[in-house]
């Protein structure tokens, strides 16, 4: 199923750290839906420019308990049910994978983010220093939530298991 193609105005990152709070969101945020496997909107991407960054605030229900994977893929599509239409992770400098990775990591590399007991996700972070041409190229790009913990280190996709949700990032229109 294709999820519809959504536009968006987004900066990158070469690193990443959770910092905002929802209350940090300025009211010119744009959202977008977080689609399951099945195609289902199964939460929300709000994301906001800030200096030299983009924040992404990720809500979600219904996942399995766990830290999760949560990367910028190249391709702006998601089709389900394995978003392989995402392509693989941003990464235009050609780097290893992985946070912790010294030979990394890749522009789209992102820390992991937790599901808590009741099965919802509530985090925020910020991707830093990237343009923002580079994320509204003529394909755009995907965020995607991994189903396992990325152990940050192991190259291409940090071992973190298969794509469970995607939101589409396009570029501009």
């Known amino acids: 199923m294709r999820t519809p193609s959504l536009y968006l105005i987004l900066a990158g990152a070469t690193s990443l750290a959770a910092c905002a709070t929802p ?6 945020a744009m959202s977008v839906p977080l689609i399951g496997s099945a195609g289902q909107a199964i939460g929300t991407v709000r994301m906001w420019e800030t200096p030299g960054a983009v924040s992404f605030r990720v809500e979600a229900n219904g996942l399995s308990v766990g830290r999760k994977g949560l990367h910028v893929h190249a391709v702006g599509r998601c089709d389900g049910p394995g978003f ?3 392509g693989s992770h941003w990464n235009p400098a050609s780097r290893k ?3 912790s990775n010294p030979m990394g ?3 789209g590399d992102l820390p992991n983010v937790p599901v808590a007991a009741n099965g ?3 985090e925020t972070v910020v991707l830093t220093g990237a343009s ?3 994320l509204r190229d003529a394909d755009g790009s995907a965020l995607v939530l991994h189903a396992a913990e990325d152990d940050n280190v192991t190259d291409p996709s940090g071992n973190s298991g298969d794509r469970i949700a995607c939101a589409v ?3 501009a229109g």
Not at 23 to 28: E, H, L, R, T
């Open 23 to 28: 209350s940090d969101a300025p009211s010119s």
């Open 84 to 86: 392989t239409t995402a």
């Open 97 to 99: 994978h992985g946070l």
């Open 105 to 107: 990591p890749h522009a």
């Open 120 to 122: 919802t996700l509530r």
């Open 132 to 134: 923002f041409a580079q």
């Open 169 to 171: 990032l396009s570029p």
